[in-house]
Nanobody
């Protein structure tokens, strides 16, 4: 059984940093972070391949966010720096059985419960 459990969200001011964590059990996957703001569709944020050797980001977060993974801990991280109010939303960790980087929501079969990130101006 695959389970994903996120943690690390919170309320911060613009310019601050947060680190999200996602503990994955039940397999090894391509991992992604997505977010959803109120009234908007869920959108891609970052993805990382199984061995952690390659990652990709949405243009809106490139240069500010870093995705990483420590496989011996079954944990994926999203380091978020220089946060902006437009980064506000529920952040979801997700696992895809595809190989390679994956931007598409529909390719991710497993999802965490989400963690709220709120950035005030």
């Amino acid at each position: 059984q695959v389970q994903l459990v996120e943690s690390g969200g919170g309320l911060v001011q613009a310019g601050a940093s947060l680190r999200l964590s996602c503990v994955v059990s039940g397999g090894k996957f391509t991992m992604g972070w997505f977010r959803q703001a109120p009234g908007k569709d869920r959108e891609f944020v970052a993805t990382i391949i199984r061995n952690g050797g390659n990652a990709d980001y949405a243009d809106s977060v490139k240069g500010r966010f870093t995705i990483s993974r420590v496989n011996v801990k079954n944990t994926v991280y999203l380091q978020m720096d220089r946060l902006k109010p437009e980064d506000t939303g529920v952040y979801y960790c997700a696992a895809s059985e595809n190989y390679g980087r994956d931007h598409l929501v529909e390719n991710y079969a497993y999802w965490g419960q989400g963690t709220q990130v709120t950035v005030s101006s």
